[in-house]
């Protein structure tokens, strides 16, 4: 078996740079209302992208919760 990627019109970029700006702008959110916003349900990459967008992020934090095809991402204010 060989790995096959499909990326048409580049797709999986466009989608990629539009997961890291919705991560950056909910977590400007999250950090002036001073509340936790909780993502709708996405697929782990998808996940995993929101995530690493804001790894290194000095005021917010990520988590996952829920189940299965529910699974959400948590975006926190960091405690000091």
Do not use: F
């Amino acid at each position: 078996w060989l790995p096959l990627n499909v990326d048409i019109c580049e797709y999986k970029k466009r989608r990629r740079d539009s997961l890291q700006r919705l991560a950056l702008k909910s977590a400007e959110q999250v950090k002036s209302k001073h509340r936790a916003m909780t993502l709708g349900p996405m697929p782990p990459g998808e996940r995993r992208i929101i995530h690493l967008a804001l790894a290194n992020h000095l005021d917010v934090a990520t988590h996952s919760i829920g189940e299965g095809e529910d699974r959400k991402v948590v975006i926190l204010l960091k405690r000091d």
